[in-house]
């Protein structure tokens, strides 16, 4: 019997050509938008699925899994991360959950550089300032920016992406690196001469950019709270690039509010795809709709890894991005 695909969204079409050209029908939710709840589950029972290709906006929770066909062997994720899924309740039904790690590890570590020199240099704010017709002249004390180059960066997670961001700083703009993780990284301490903290308050207590790559978990969730954001130096940027709920986005308002810290960098949000408005009435905070796997490449190279994932276990081969 031909095997059978449902991708709950449209992504880069090298996976579902892959998909394709291994014998495999492939159906395509046509909504353009994130499926509700009653959408998925009437979706998922449609046909005798044999994979699932999700997507971080999909809460793939015990509920749902609990509601696929046992045809399913495979829910391949189209992230890195993979909170969106009870990866206990799809393995308790025999299903292979995986991934698209790595491929990606480069482009969000650039997107973080990115929104990391947009906070300092204000470029967001000057952008705004000319549309909004403010622009009279070079004016001497105009929107002053905060240098980076020789400034401590202070890395929460310190997996792929984290120490490629230290990569980055460390060498082209001679940033100090220390960094917090549930153990130390020899790769990254011989790379950029990083320090380990076993604890965030020291990473806090002394980084200039703090900047978040741990995956969201029970254990991480507010990871930066009111008493945290006390702890930073009042000239610290504070950027997100990995998962909204890591961050206590109303006490961030409060922070920034009462110039506990210099400025945020958020390119996730806990309430996405909301946005808490007090934060857009900021000037000193820069958001992006999470953009940070955002090139062409990188999500071409996502779907092909989804694809292959799916491919593999449908084969009866081991998935190459399973997760343990
Ligand atoms: C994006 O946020 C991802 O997890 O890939
Ligand atoms: C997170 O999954 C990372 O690769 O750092």
Redesign the pocket.
């Known amino acids: 019997m031909t095997k059978q695909i449902f991708m709950t969204r449209r992504i880069p079409a090298l996976a579902e050509e892959m998909l394709r050209a291994a014998g495999y029908e492939v159906t395509v939710s046509t909504k353009d938008g994130v499926l509700t709840r009653d959408e998925l589950k009437s979706a998922l029972v449609e046909k005798q699925y044999d994979g699932v290709v999700s997507l971080l906006t999909d809460s793939i929770d015990a509920d749902i899994i609990a509601t696929m066909p046992p045809s399913v062997k495979i829910i391949a994720n189209y992230a ?2 993979f909170n969106n899924i009870d990866v206990a309740a799809a393995r308790a039904r025999g299903m292979v959950v995986t ?1 698209t ?2 491929v ?2 480069a482009t ?1 570590a650039e997107h973080t550089v990115a929104l990391i020199l947009t906070a300092a240099s204000r470029i967001a704010e000057g952008d705004r300032f000319i549309r909004e017709g403010k622009f009279v002249g070079w004016d001497p004390l105009l929107l002053l920016g905060m240098d980076i180059k020789g400034k401590t960066l202070g890395l929460l ?8 961001v230290a990569d980055i700083l460390h060498k082209g703009f001679g940033m100090e690196v220390l960094y917090c993780d549930t153990k130390p990284n020899e790769m990254l301490e011989s790379a950029c001469a990083a320090k380990f903290f076993a604890t965030h308050e020291e990473v806090l207590e002394k980084a200039d950019i703090v900047s978040i ?3 969201l978990l029970p254990t991480t969730q507010h990871l930066i709270n009111a008493e945290r954001l006390l702890r930073m130096k009042k000239n610290a940027i504070l950027v997100n690039t ?1 998962r909204g709920p890591v961050v206590d986005e109303l006490a961030l308002v409060e922070a920034l509010k009462a110039g506990t810290i210099r400025g945020a960098a958020l390119d996730v949000f806990e309430f996405e795809p909301k946005v808490t408005p007090e934060l857009l009435a900021l000037p000193n905070v820069v958001v992006n709709p999470h953009l940070a796997s955002a090139t062409e490449g990188t999500r071409t190279k996502m779907a092909e890894m989804a694809a292959t994932n799916i491919i593999e276990t449908l084969e009866g081969r081991t998935a190459p991005n399973a997760l343990a």
């Open positions: 890195v991360g991934n790690p790595d990606l590890t969000v997670g310190a997996g792929r992406i984290g120490s490629e790559h741990v995956p990995s």
